[in-house]
């Protein structure tokens, strides 16, 4: 028997227009479709083993996207935007969080993508040059993946086992971003600076460097704080950002 149930889907533009995939994969094209949430979907965000294992968000996604992707392929920023639109569709735009012990909403739909330097993308694809301002090395580096994220989580999982206070995510994470110093693409030497010659004025130029370029949804919200200063922080996701209203 043929389904027939039709569900409604919607296009998502993502936040790097797609520039920074190459020719050929369907994220190129700087869309993707999703569909509207159905209670299927809500049994994987209610799935106890997704939420202990820190997966469920993930899965969610995977569940909802219809355009015939490999999900290990998608930038974070790209992700960030598939999620909030779900969530759109799923429960509506408004999003009620607590910051700083005072409750606040906000109208998801007038979140904006990070503007983006298109012939920076068009340039080199997901490869880009850095020059570290202390010891002026010259780098090269790449935005994460899905896939990288999930090799990041993986190293930290069993670096914790022995580092059990002080876990080096910062590192570890700078090992998966730069591709190449001075000229030098080996992982054992990227690896080998990274843990014991990159200074930290450098390290800290790079990470700034890469949230400038990263291309991602803004999620910023402006308040006013007990002086009466026009502050912004980024937008706490928790539970409820997928379960409005709930308790869980």
Do not use: C
């Not at 939420?51 to 790209?78: C, E, M, W």
């Not at 370029?213 to 009466?228: A, C, Q, V």
Request: charged content about 30%; proline content about 5%; hydrophobic content about 35%.
């Amino acid at each position: 028997m043929e389904n027939q149930f039709t569900l409604p889907t919607e296009t998502v533009e993502l936040p790097s227009k797609g520039l920074l995939y190459p020719e050929g994969n369907p994220l190129s094209s700087g869309n993707i479709e999703i569909k509207y949430m159905t209670a299927k979907e809500e049994d994987i965000l209610t799935n106890s083993s997704y939420i202990q294992d820190g997966t469920v968000i993930d899965k969610l996604l995977k569940s909802l996207v219809v355009t015939p992707i490999n999900f290990n392929d998608i930038l974070v920023g790209d992700k960030n935007a598939i999620m909030v639109a779900a969530r759109i569709l799923g429960y509506g735009k408004e999003y009620m969080f607590q910051y700083l012990d005072e409750e606040y909403t906000i109208d998801l739909t007038s979140l904006k993508d990070k503007e983006i330097n298109e012939d920076l993308y068009k340039k080199d694809g997901n490869n880009f040059e850095f020059t570290l301002p202390k010891s002026q090395l010259p780098i090269t580096f790449k935005l994460l993946t899905q896939n990288d994220e999930q090799k990041i989580e993986r190293e930290l999982k069993g670096l914790k086992k022995i580092h059990k206070k002080a876990l080096p995510e910062l590192t570890t994470r700078l090992k998966h971003i730069i591709t190449s110093i001075n000229g030098d693409s080996e992982p054992k030497t990227v690896r080998t600076y990274i843990d014991n010659a990159m200074l930290a004025a450098d390290a800290r130029a790079l990470r700034k460097y890469y949230k400038e370029i990263s291309p991602d949804i803004e999620m910023i919200f402006e308040f006013t704080d007990n002086r009466g200063e026009e502050r912004e922080a980024s937008i706490p996701i928790g539970a409820s950002f997928f379960w409005p209203d709930s308790d869980i």
